[in-house]
């Protein structure tokens, strides 16, 4: 994906307590921000009462269908903001990633594709992402194998949002699909080109 694209920020390591003003940054870094203290408007600019509650509670609904992957999984997972500040105004996308150790990566996004950083347009469109990839152990640089993944668009906040419970969801059911030790098990890709392969027994 692009910088600008929805994996560009790690994930907040902890909420801080609810009367702390999120640190934004400046310039072109992306900062995380937890989802209670962020603002619908860093994503929809022009979202206004009572779809800015609409927003809130949907955004709140998909963090909760991430928290139950994670639950699944044995990890924490939940939605955040990565958030630029750029000539005086925020401008972010909603993000959820979820790494395991073995490699196994779920990844959700709600985004405007900017075509650069210095890209101050809004939507719509919004996309809306999710996606599940395995990627192969170091030294392998593949790019990973994807699993499954869905992507759309939408022309409003509200239907945005609602699509990104349902992508969230998606995700969810994906997990709870396969019983936790499946995801945890280690794996390796015969068919990974960048993985070493044994040598064929005929070649003696
Ligand atoms: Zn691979």
């Known amino acids: ?12 390591d902890a909420s801080p307590a609810p009367d702390v003003e999120p640190e934004l940054g400046s310039g072109l870094d992306i900062v ?18 009572a779809e800015v509650e609409a927003v809130r509670h949907a955004l709140a609904a998909a963090d909760g269908h991430l928290r139950g992957l994670g639950a699944h999984v044995g990890a924490v997972a939940g939605v955040h903001y990565g958030c630029q ?11 959820g990633v979820l790494e395991l150790d073995n490699g196994f990566t779920f990844v959700t996004a709600l985004y405007f594709p900017r075509r650069c950083g210095f ?8 996309v809306v992402e999710a996606d599940i990839t395995r990627y192969c152990p ?9 699993l499954a ?10 239907a945005a949002a609602r699509a990104f419970v349902d992508a969230t969801g998606w995700l969810r ?4 699909a396969r019983p936790r030790s499946g995801w ?5 890709d015969p068919a990974c080109a960048a993985l070493p392969r044994p040598k064929p027994a005929a070649d003696r």
């Open 1 to 12: 994906m692009t910088p600008q694209g929805p994996d560009a920020s790690p994930a907040p």
């Open 32 to 49: 995380a921000v937890p989802l209670e203290l962020g603002d619908p408007a860093w994503v929809f600019p022009e979202v206004t009462g």
């Open 85 to 95: 500040r750029f000539d005086g105004r925020a401008l972010a996308s909603l993000l």
């Open 119 to 126: 890209d101050l347009r809004w939507g719509p469109p919004w």
């Open 138 to 146: 170091a030294p392998a640089d593949c790019g990973g194998h994807p």
């Open 149 to 158: 993944d869905v992507s759309s668009e939408h022309d409003t906040p509200l």
């Open 173 to 176: 059911q994906q997990a709870l």
């Open 184 to 188: 945890l098990s280690p794996v390796s």
